[in-house]
């Protein structure tokens, strides 16, 4: 299994992104599909999760209203748009597959990682 995140870059505060996460060697629609990300000096955090259909689509407290999940399973991607950023998204953010179809919030539910991509916001 090879999840290939992209998208990350040098933006400043208010800009936006879009995060792209490829995957390959899995059944793409078998899989719950998450962000997280973690700061300098922080744990890991919960960003997003969107479950196999795009039925089912959590977000962290800190990113709901600014940040969109969502997937194109013919593509076999996942997709995390990010509006009106702040320099507290600044982190390395990495795509994760869960293979348990819940929309779990937690990190250790996701059994497959990618290599991350740094989103750096200045203010």
């Known amino acids: 299994v090879q999840l290939q995140a992209s998208g990350g870059g040098l933006v400043q505060a208010g800009d936006s992104l879009r995060l792209s996460c490829a995957a390959s060697?899995?059944?793409?629609?078998?899989?719950?599909m998450g962000w997280f990300r973690r700061a300098p000096g922080k744990e890991r955090e919960f960003v997003s999760t969107?479950?196999?259909?795009?039925?089912?689509?959590y977000y962290a407290d800190s990113v709901k209203g600014r940040f969109t999940i969502s997937r194109d399973n013919a593509k076999n991607t996942v997709y995390l748009q990010m509006n009106s950023l702040k320099p507290e998204d600044t982190a390395v953010y990495y795509c994760?597959?869960?293979?348990?179809?819940?929309?779990?919030?937690?990190?250790?539910?996701?059994?497959?990682w990618g290599q991350g991509t740094q989103v750096t916001v200045s203010s």
């Open positions: 994760a597959a869960d293979l348990s179809r819940l929309a779990s919030m937690k990190a250790e539910t996701y059994y497959h």
């Open positions: 060697r899995l059944t793409f629609t078998s899989y719950t």
């Open positions: 969107i479950t196999w259909n795009s039925g089912i689509t």
